[in-house]
């Protein structure tokens, strides 16, 4: 079966640094355009991040632009999020997704969701 694991996540201060990976198996990585979500305490899963299958295609959501970097290795069956610069609002599970459609526009869209790795920034 499809699992996706989401590791890298933890405790870091204001303008710190982390790497999120997303460890995939039970399907042809390289097929899947991959997304990093996020849900903070209290809100709804926002949108972070996509990469397309090939790589050649990226897209970060204003909040982060700048200052996360999405990145996959299809020999590895990988998906990473490189967070710099990190705000207590970045506090939040992070989520990473599968999808077949090459430029996702819903999260509706993509098939399947890891279990999420918690970032809490302090201040």
């Known amino acids: 079966q499809v699992q996706l694991v989401e590791s890298g996540g933890g405790l870091v201060q204001a303008g710190g640094s982390l790497r999120l990976s997303c460890a995939a198996s039970?399907?042809?990585?390289?097929?899947?355009?991959m997304g990093w979500f996020r849900r903070a305490p209290g809100k709804e899963r926002e949108f972070v991040a996509r990469?397309?299958?090939?790589?050649?295609?990226?897209y970060h959501a204003d909040s982060v632009k700048g200052r996360f970097t999405i990145s996959r290795d299809n020999a590895k069956n990988t998906v990473y999020l490189q967070m710099n610069n990190l705000r207590p609002e970045d506090t939040a599970v992070y989520y990473c997704?599968?999808?077949?459609?090459?430029?996702?526009?819903?999260?509706?869209?993509?098939?399947?969701w890891g279990q999420g790795t918690q970032v809490t920034v302090s201040s």
């Open positions: 039970g399907l042809t990585f390289s097929t899947y355009t």
């Open positions: 990469v397309s299958w090939s790589a050649d295609n990226t």
């Open positions: 997704a599968a999808t077949k459609v090459r430029i996702p526009t819903a999260r509706s869209v993509y098939d399947y």
